[in-house]
């Protein structure tokens, strides 16, 4: 009996010692989005928190499915967006009312509004503005030669272009381009009026003009903590404590330091909290430097592409087999591949939440799915490219089939199987870069912020990298290549 209350009392200290599991914050792909998930993250981490970050999650899509199938614990969301895009009852506007339908339908629950109502706005620039007389959306009827440009989520959205142009009657064409790219093409005369958030940074600094809604189209987007009803009280006390603090001219500075100081998300929001004395000065800095940050994320992108990489050859090079023994049964398999190869990877990528979450699982199988193709195909094709007299030749000596295939077939066949496998293994590299949309890492995390903030440099340092990547990866296939592969059947190289 002793031994027994020892052993429980022993576990019960080890379960007490025992790490508590991270709170998991998750963050929209646009700079707002990923700064108020930063200050939340880093307020947790001042109060002795373990905190997981997921940032540039995509759209609300992505973060809300993530959210509510316990991928992520909290985001930062807009009420507008909830009433709009998640409960589909646009009439709700107190967030008391939306609380009770989150509760009552997905057990969810937000937090008091941060202090700011970042609604969507209409935006031209202000000499266009003063040259056309344009002062509301409802004037814009006057002049359908104008060009739009729209993000892709605003062309989509129930409070988005679609409606907006059936209130307003409004009869002109608008393309869908990225949001951080929008300013740039407004300011080089590419396109007349784009949609804005109204507390972005680059307001000011591009001399944009926003049209009023008269018609009073836009519901409020007051900014809140979106989080589970299941986190701990202290937790949601400790988010509480961000209610009021920022008012749209404080976002639209916070906005404006990432997009033109280009500071980090991180830094921006460490310094907010202690301006605000919500964290003391002296609290962790910054860890890793920028060049640790790129290795960190280049082996993410490694573990990605060799996992499904090494997963889709053990499953194309057997079925490449199948291919060769029974054509007629196996010829479906490659239309599958070839099928799977049509969907467009994000769009790929989308599907795999659903089944898979979010995170590193749903992007191996995603780019298992994608490297099947050229590994399967090269395999039968090679097969079936073996000269049919060697095979007479083989039968007639006695060998088996199996003998055939390991002895004759599979060495001729290697050249063939090794190219199909290295352009999976470049093609997997290039798309991985899109799993950072569904919180997988990578070097594509790198890309997404820079798009968000319009930074080349930042774009460039998963580019160019991911890039290199590539390169190595065929040098080292070719090597490889030459180490097992006969001579006299190696292919000709066309630069010597």
Same mark, same amino acid.
């Given at each position: 009996?002793? &031994?027994?209350?020892?052993?429980?009392?022993?576990?019960?200290?080890?379960?007490?010692?025992?790490?508590?599991?991270?709170?998991?914050? #998750?963050?929209?792909?646009?700079?707002?989005?990923?700064?108020?998930?930063?200050?939340?993250?880093?307020? $947790?981490?001042?109060?002795? !928190?373990?905190? @997981?970050?997921?940032?540039?999650?995509?759209?609300?899509?992505?973060?809300?499915? /993530?959210?509510?199938?316990?991928?992520?614990?909290?985001?930062?969301? %807009?009420?507008?967006?909830?009433?709009?895009?998640?409960?589909?009852?646009?009439?709700?506007?107190?967030?008391?009312?939306?609380?009770?339908? $989150?509760?009552?339908?997905?057990?969810?629950?937000?937090?008091?509004?941060?202090?700011?109502?970042?609604?969507? /706005?209409?935006?031209?620039?202000?000499?266009?503005?003063?040259?056309?007389?344009?002062?509301?959306?409802?004037?814009?009827?006057?002049?359908?030669?104008?060009?739009?440009?729209? @993000?892709?989520?605003?062309?989509?959205?129930?409070?988005?272009?679609?409606?907006?142009?059936?209130?307003? &009657?409004?009869?002109?064409?608008?393309?869908?381009?990225?949001?951080?790219?929008? %300013?740039?093409?407004?300011?080089?005369?590419?396109?007349?009026?784009?949609?804005?958030?109204?507390?972005?940074?680059?307001?000011?600094?591009?001399?944009?003009?926003?049209?009023?809604?008269?018609?009073? !189209?836009?519901?409020?987007?007051?900014?809140?903590?979106?989080?589970?009803? @299941?986190?701990?009280?202290?937790?949601?006390?400790?988010?509480?404590?961000?209610?009021?603090?920022?008012?749209?001219?404080?976002?639209?500075?916070?906005?404006?330091?990432?997009?033109?100081?280009?500071?980090?998300?991180?830094?921006?929001? &460490?310094?907010?909290?202690?301006?605000?004395?919500?964290?003391?000065?002296?609290?962790?800095?910054?860890?890793?430097?920028?060049?640790?940050?790129?290795?960190?994320?280049?082996?993410?992108?490694?573990?990605?592409?060799?996992?499904?990489? *090494?997963?889709?050859?053990?499953?194309? =090079?057997?079925?490449?087999?199948?291919? %060769?023994?029974?054509?007629?049964?196996? &010829?479906?398999?490659?239309?599958?591949? #070839?099928?799977?190869? +049509?969907?467009? @990877?994000?769009?790929?990528?989308?599907?795999?939440?659903?089944?898979?979450?979010?995170?590193?699982?749903?992007?191996?199988?995603?780019?298992?799915? %994608?490297?099947?193709?050229?590994? =399967?195909?090269? +395999?039968?094709?090679?097969? !079936?490219?073996?000269?049919?007299?060697?095979?007479?030749?083989?039968?007639?000596?006695?060998?088996?089939?199996?003998?055939?295939?390991?002895?004759?077939?599979?060495? *001729?066949?290697?050249? +063939?199987?090794?190219?199909?496998?290295?352009?999976?293994?470049?093609?997997?590299?290039?798309?991985?870069?899109? /799993? /950072?949309?569904?919180?997988?890492?990578?070097? #594509?995390? !790198?890309?997404? +912020?820079?798009?968000?903030?319009?930074?080349?440099?930042?774009?460039?340092?998963?580019?160019?990298?991911?890039? *290199?990547?590539?390169?190595?990866?065929?040098? $080292?296939?070719?090597?490889?290549?030459?180490?097992?592969?006969?001579?006299?059947?190696?292919?000709?190289?066309?630069?010597?």
């Amino acid at each position: 009996m002793r &031994r027994f209350i020892l052993l429980l009392m022993i576990g019960g200290v080890l379960q007490s010692a025992a790490p508590a599991e991270p709170i998991r914050i #998750g963050g929209k792909n646009f700079n707002e989005g990923s700064l108020l998930a930063e200050i939340i993250a880093r307020l $947790l981490e001042a109060h002795g !928190f373990s905190v @997981s970050s997921k940032m540039n999650l995509g759209g609300t899509l992505i973060c809300f499915t /993530a959210l509510n199938n316990g991928e992520i614990d909290c985001y930062p969301e %807009y009420s507008g967006t909830i009433a709009q895009q998640i409960l589909k009852q646009p009439r709700l506007k107190s967030l008391e009312d939306i609380n009770k339908q $989150l509760q009552a339908k997905y057990n969810l629950q937000t937090g008091r509004s941060f202090g700011f109502n970042n609604s969507y /706005a209409l935006a031209v620039k202000n000499r266009v503005a003063n040259q056309l007389h344009l002062e509301n959306i409802s004037d814009l009827q006057n002049y359908p030669d104008l060009r739009f440009a729209f @993000s892709y989520e605003f062309l989509n959205r129930q409070d988005g272009w679609l409606n907006l142009a059936t209130v307003y &009657r409004l009869h002109q064409q608008a393309v869908g381009i990225e949001h951080g790219l929008a %300013y740039q093409a407004v300011e080089e005369g590419k396109v007349d009026l784009i949609d804005v958030y109204s507390t972005d940074g680059e307001i000011p600094r591009f001399d944009l003009h926003l049209l009023h809604d008269d018609r009073d !189209f836009f519901p409020r987007y007051e900014a809140v903590a979106l989080f589970r009803a @299941s986190l701990p009280e202290k937790v949601k006390r400790i988010i509480g404590l961000l209610a009021g603090r920022i008012d749209e001219r404080k976002m639209q500075h916070l906005n404006a330091l990432a997009v033109f100081e280009r500071q980090p998300h991180r830094q921006i929001a &460490r310094n907010f909290l202690i301006a605000e004395n919500l964290i003391d000065e002296n609290s962790e800095r910054n860890g890793r430097s920028p060049m640790m940050m790129i290795l960190h994320r280049t082996i993410e992108h490694l573990e990605l592409t060799a996992v499904a990489l *090494l997963a889709a050859m053990m499953l194309a =090079l057997p079925l490449g087999i199948y291919i %060769y023994y029974h054509p007629k049964r196996g &010829r479906p398999l490659l239309y599958l591949a #070839g099928l799977l190869q +049509t969907i467009p @990877s994000i769009a790929l990528l989308a599907f795999m939440i659903p089944l898979f979450g979010i995170g590193v699982a749903p992007a191996i199988v995603a780019l298992f799915l %994608y490297a099947l193709l050229p590994i =399967l195909r090269n +395999t039968a094709i090679a097969l !079936f490219s073996v000269d049919p007299l060697l095979k007479k030749v083989a039968t007639g000596m006695g060998l088996t089939r199996r003998q055939i295939l390991r002895h004759i077939e599979l060495p *001729l066949a290697i050249p +063939t199987i090794l190219a199909g496998i290295r352009t999976a293994a470049v093609i997997n590299i290039g798309t991985a870069t899109l /799993a /950072a949309f569904i919180g997988a890492g990578g070097l #594509g995390q !790198f890309i997404v +912020t820079g798009l968000s903030l319009n930074d080349v440099n930042l774009i460039l340092q998963g580019a160019i990298p991911a890039a *290199l990547l590539a390169v190595i990866v065929e040098f $080292l296939f070719e090597w490889f290549e030459r180490m097992v592969v006969p001579a006299h059947l190696l292919q000709k190289r066309l630069i010597e």
